[in-house]
């Protein structure tokens, strides 16, 4: 089974251009299940072995560990891609974790901020000496900066760059891998599109407006320089960073972890008490377009949905925003 295993996840990086972080947390889930299946000094049963009912026990076990039901699904939905790969490669006959449900889970609708608040929010970094002081903004943690530099220069250059980052983000509804991914051959900077990379490795072209040109062109000059002050080194970190759209004080690439703390630091700043993440702009994105009479297969098309239902669930969000609107407005409410 092991072999299989490790079979499985080579398939999943080089066939299925799965990401690492698909491919590190299915590796996880089989490790996890070969565990519970070979308890000490006993062996890991054949493939051949493992039925449905081996399966349901081990997510009952899961359950009896106090696992939240969305953990547990992901487990299942590792096993069964897994033993479907094992079924299409000739290793068993069928998929032993079909025949098993998965738990139900309650549907969440993702928490939208409004068009008003989104505009309020990102308003506040284009205008800094109204809202917060450029020289009080922190670093986010694990930025790295070079040793000699100044204070409010240094600020004002972060402070240019978040706000391009989270215009592009909220104005193109990107994932935050994707955005990070982003490199400069992606962007056509006269008809204002992207190229973006998304799950699977499949392309796509989105769309960016004003605002976003706006604080981009803004943050050009800052890029330059982040290179410049970056220092011999970057040529040896090869051209990965250097074509990097967003980069740190380093030079490098901006990582995932660090837009996630960026979006936090403004929001704590602002003064907010929103649980803002940065795929709360892409929500936000996808929501004010449909409040705003886009079509939902075109919104599908932008976001880089394979399936239309989970593009639907911007539907629930939509309808809730409006019973709240009435509750507040209509006399008879």
Known sequence: MLQAIEKYLIYLRSVRNSSPHTILNYGKDL?????YLSPPEEKIPALAKISHQIIREYIGHLHSQGLQKSSIARKLASLRSFF????????????????VP??????????????????????QLAAPERAVDAKLLPRPAGETRPAKRGTSDDEGLLLTRDRALLEL????GLRVSELTGLN??????????????????????VPYGGKAQEALEAYWPVREQLLLQSGPGRQRRGPAHSEAIFLNYAGRRLTQRSVGRIVKKYVRLANMNWDLHP????????THLLADGADLRAIQE?????????????????IRQLMDIYDKAHPHA
Do not use: W
Request: net charge positive; aromatic share 6%; with cysteine.
């Open 279 to 286: 795929h709360s702009l892409r929500h936000a994105f996808a």
């Open 102 to 123: 998965t738990p139900k889970l309650p549907k969440r609708i993702p928490s939208i901020l409004s068009a008003e608040e989104m505009n309020g929010f990102l308003n």
């Open 84 to 99: 479907k790969y094992c079924v299409r490669e000739g290793m068993l006959k069928e998929n032993p974790a079909r025949l």
């Open 302 to 318: 932008l976001l880089g949905h394979q399936s239309l239902s989970t593009t639907q669930k911007y539907t629930h969000a939509s």
């Open 184 to 205: 400069l051959v992606d962007m056509d900077r006269h008809e204002k599109m992207l190229r973006v990379r998304g799950k699977g490795d499949k392309e796509r072209i």
């Open 169 to 172: 983000l909220y104005a193109a």
């Open 31 to 35: 490790q996890q299940f070969t565990a």
